[in-house]
């Protein structure tokens, strides 16, 4: 069974910066590539960033580009999001999944972290 588990979000001031983690576990995780979708109350969920399973492709959402890094560690089964320059309309319930493409995702899906961008 994939157990995926986000921690890292928190409480931070606008132009702030957060490092979210996504440890997974029940998967060849090197085998994967993997994702980081946010979601706010009401809304449907949206994808954030992307990276391949050896690390070297990222994609990202036009609204965090230049803003947000994917990163992973294969030795680790974790993937990290690095957000810099945060703002209020990146307040969200971020979640982390795994895919066997870039399209896809896995069914399953942990509790996610909050993030809030509040003065």
């Known amino acids: 069974q994939v157990q995926l588990v986000e921690s890292g979000g928190g409480l931070v001031q606008p132009g702030g910066s957060l490092r979210l983690s996504c440890v997974a576990s029940?998967?060849?995780?090197?085998?994967?590539?993997m994702k980081w979708f946010r979601q706010v109350p009401g809304d449907e969920r949206e994808l954030v960033a992307r990276?391949?399973?050896?690390?070297?492709?990222?994609n990202y959402a036009e609204s965090v580009n230049g803003r947000f890094t994917i990163s992973r560690d294969n030795g680790k089964n974790t993937v990290y999001l690095q957000m810099n320059s945060l703002k209020p309309e990146d307040n969200a319930v971020y979640f982390c999944?795994?895919?066997?493409?870039?399209?896809?995702?896995?069914?399953?899906w942990g509790q996610g972290t909050q993030v809030t961008v509040s003065s």
């Open positions: 029940g998967l060849t995780f090197s085998n994967y590539y």
């Open positions: 999944n795994a895919g066997e493409n870039w399209l896809t995702s896995l069914g399953d």
């Open positions: 990276i391949s399973p050896s690390g070297g492709r990222t």
